[in-house]
């Protein structure tokens, strides 16, 4: 079959790619810049449609659909102001650019649907299945609970919920009964579901793993898989999903904004009504995976550094900047005013590859090469203020690619070997960037460059930076300092090409 996936470079879209390359069909992925999806191990197999679902102009839209069999629609704008608008919007475009290019089917993976009033995480959710179920083209609606995988928002926010509170307050929400799904399960329905459904069928099915827990067992039991004592859980009435989602974003790396909509969600039981997918897709010989083992699954990818893909690479601040060859942007009429720079090198006796292995690794578990508290308070500072902090982390502790997230920057541009450029996205009154390169001067001696342009938004950019301008010699310049000294010690033993593991390999966890 010829497949359009969209949310390609979202935790669910981006393992289903391969997965379908595996079972054979031809994939088209449409994004909203085809940059993000350059460096992906799968990128040479696919067709690569630039596109915006939520465009005025459905040019790119049109065009991605043509000859497409399956369309599967992936995105959502959790997290967004007016995320209800933004969804039904994209809902809509995609149903009638579907029904004037002909395609044989929409596959759209979504939430339960709870009896009674629904959040507005829920609402927009189902809004979005009915969109496609009343449209001219068949849709396949897919209605799942929390999915648990390596990286995804609802593990990862149960995992350092669990991990880091011993002792918790908790909602009453807790008690409510939910049907968790492994994303293998997942990705094994929406692969399926290309081929299985005839045409006739145009319907939703609630799909869910074989356990019913409630939030309050599930951190229970992941703190027995995870070999940590068990937690004392101590349910508070009064605190509301607000105060809950607040509590969430500070202890977690998923921030406030996305925090809100999932917990909102907790707060009605999500447990599936019928399973009557297994007509069409019948459940695995040995059955669907429980939690227990989905959980083991996803702590071993984590453990392996072997994620594929992670909520947070989904979520981007902005438009890529120009072409790698092009300047940080310090030209006034660029930004429509002044740009700050601190720019610093440093030279090592280092090869050019061994400097660019600490360049690529930097951040993470890696840390940033200067002071470990300076770093910590800037990511704590962003967190109370609502941005995501530096708890994000790396998806591979040795490997980047353009447009993932690395702690509380986003990779904007990178060129191996040579440059890596990254783009802030914690809270401040204007926009940053930091460069980083791997050169050799005249003399073939190698240097570390490192450049950091801060173009601010108002009086309040021109404060802060003069504001925190004192601490750049501290934490920049020892930066610089410390990212050449480890060059020295960096191995220079080739390591394995990006892309030498295809995703049909994977066992997704």
Known sequence: MRCLVTGATGYVGGRLVPRLLAAGHEVRCLTRDARRLRDVPWAARVDIAQGDVTAEDDTGLTAALRGIDVAYYLVH?????????????????????????????????????????????????AEVGDIFLRCAVPATVLRAAVVIGSGSASFEMLRYLTERLPVMVTPSWVRNRIQPIA??????????AATVFPPPVNRAFDI??????????????????AGLPRRVLLPVRALTPRLSSYWVGLVTPVPAGIAKPLVGSLIHEAVCTEHDIAEYIPDPHDGLTGFDAAVRLALRRIRDADVETRWEDSRRSGAFAAAPSDPL?????????????????????????????????????????????????????????GGVGLRRGRRDPDRLYAGEALDFWRVEEIVPGELLRLRAEMRMPGRAWLELRAAVDEEDRTVYEQVLVFVPRGLAGHLYWRSVAPLHGLVFGRMARNVARAALSVRTAPRPAAGSSTGSRRRPG
């Open 329 to 385: 942007p310090s030209d006034p009429a660029w930004s429509g005013g002044s740009a700050y720079r601190d720019e610093r090198s440093h030279y090592t006796a280092a090869a050019p590859e061994q400097l660019w292995r600490v360049i690529e690794s930097i951040g993470g578990e890696h840390g940033w090469y200067s002071s470990r508290l300076a770093w910590a308070l800037r990511g704590a500072v962003d967190r109370l203020a």
């Open 208 to 225: 869910g793993g074989p356990d019913v827990l409630t939030y309050a067992e599930l951190m229970h039991r992941y703190a027995r898989i």
């Open 183 to 192: 994303i293998r399960d997942v990705l094994r329905y929406l692969v399926s």
């Open 77 to 125: 704008a959790l997290g967004q102001e007016s995320f209800e608008d933004v969804d039904r919007l994209g809902a809509l475009n995609f149903a009638i650019a579907c029904e004037r290019a002909g395609v044989e089917r929409i596959v759209y993976l979504g939430g339960p649907v709870p009896p009674g009033h629904a959040s507005a995480h829920l609402r927009s959710r």
